[in-house]
């Protein structure tokens, strides 16, 4: 049979209500790419889970798939969440798929733009809040406690349940967990995913690495950050949701949350490209951490299995690449000129 999305795939596995009706665009069932090159310098076996090959270009489509669902089958006619962009533009397929109204909410000037390009592509109404995503994320929860909008950020508890099966894809492909999962964390919905697959899939636990932007570390810090700031908009958020399970994940799981600058993340980022990954530059977040954790000897790699959860495709943020390289060379139509121009 061919695939026909997580709900089919791992619904035994998760517990949604019997209303649920399944809305699906196929996500999941995303490649876990060796990195062997990168591996040798930890000597570790790497591999990437490349989230981008998600049907909107992110991990948001497991927890949509799930939050949708459930939501068309109990009759819901308008969903909203607040967003740093993924969430945005995955809310707005899955609502445009099961019929209903997709309202979305969005830090103003502070999204990339293939999310944003997504987010109104898919028919979403998009709108911009004067204030970070924790001001719209209090707005969304305010209206649909007064309204019967329903809320599709990840509070909504099915969206956990369908990112779980992150967790259980990992373990089909390695045959178990990995030793450590390295990730990005925002507002800390697929760390707690995450942790809680592992532990529901009995097939192992790894160590969890999660990272997060300098600027936007309340998890390291161990309080909310009032402005936070980081060129990794996915993850300038400064009052994580569910940031006391993922500092849980973290320690049940005898890994740690560590912090890591701008430069490091888009260091890292530029690692990956050079291996034929492009993930845009939160995505990258997760090798940062085991890049710096392993130059400060903190990182016993060797020997280890290690998965590093990229969580969006590079194409959400084309103006990161755009703007920090020089535009490419402009040549009159000639052989001549293109031999001049490549320099052989
Ligand atoms: C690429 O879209 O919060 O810790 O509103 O887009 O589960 O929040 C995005 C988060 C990592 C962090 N990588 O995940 C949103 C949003 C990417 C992301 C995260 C996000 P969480």
């Known amino acids: 049979m061919t695939y026909q999305g997580l709900i089919q795939r791992y619904g035994r596995y998760l517990d949604l209500p019997d209303h649920t009706k399944t809305i699906s665009l196929l ?8 990195m062997p090159r990168l591996g040798r310098q930890f000597g570790c076996e790497l591999f ?7 049907p ?12 949708i669902s ?3 089958g109990r009759a819901v006619q308008t969903v909203i969440c607040a967003s740093t962009g993924n969430t945005a533009a995955s809310a707005a397929a899955y609502a445009a798929r099961a019929g209903l109204r997709g309202i979305v909410l969005i830090p103003e000037g502070k999204v990339a733009v293939g999310k944003l390009a997504g987010a109104i592509a898919y028919g979403a109404e998009v709108i911009q809040v004067q204030g970070s995503f924790d001001d719209a994320l209090s707005l969304v929860v305010e209206i649909t406690q007064k309204t019967p909008i329903a809320l599709v950020n990840s509070i909504n508890p099915f969206r956990i349940e369908g990112q779980k099966t992150g967790a259980f894809e990992i373990c089909d492909d390695l045959g178990s967990a990995p030793d450590w999962l390295c990730l990005p964390v925002g507002n800390a919905g697929n760390i707690t995913s995450y942790w809680a697959g592992f532990k529901q899939y009995q097939k192992g636990l790894p160590q969890i690495l999660g990272v997060q932007a300098a600027g936007a570390a309340p998890l390291v810090l161990g309080h909310p950050v009032e402005k936070p700031d980081t060129i990794a908009t996915a993850i300038r958020i400064g009052k ?9 994940a973290a320690h049940e799981s005898n890994g740690r949350i560590i912090a ?3 430069e490091q993340i888009l260091a890292a980022q530029k690692i990956l490209s050079a291996e034929g990954v492009w993930v845009e530059p939160a995505s990258a977040a997760g090798l940062a951490g085991l890049l710096a954790e392993s130059a400060a000897g903190r990182f016993e790699a060797e020997g280890k299995r290690v998965v590093v959860v990229c969580t969006g495709h590079g194409m959400k943020d084309p103006s990161i690449i755009t703007e920090s390289f020089r535009s490419p060379k402009i040549i009159p139509s000639t052989y001549n000129a293109l031999l001049d121009a490549i320099k052989l």
């Open 70 to 72: 459930e939501a068309a």
């Open 240 to 248: 994580p949701a569910r940031g006391e399970q993922a500092l849980d």
């Open 260 to 262: 890591v600058t701008d």
């Open 56 to 67: 909107t270009g992110s991990f948001k489509d497991r927890g949509m798939t799930a939050a």
């Open 27 to 34: 996500e999941g069932n995303t490649p876990l790419i060796p």
């Open 48 to 54: 990437v889970k490349f989230e981008g090959a998600n």
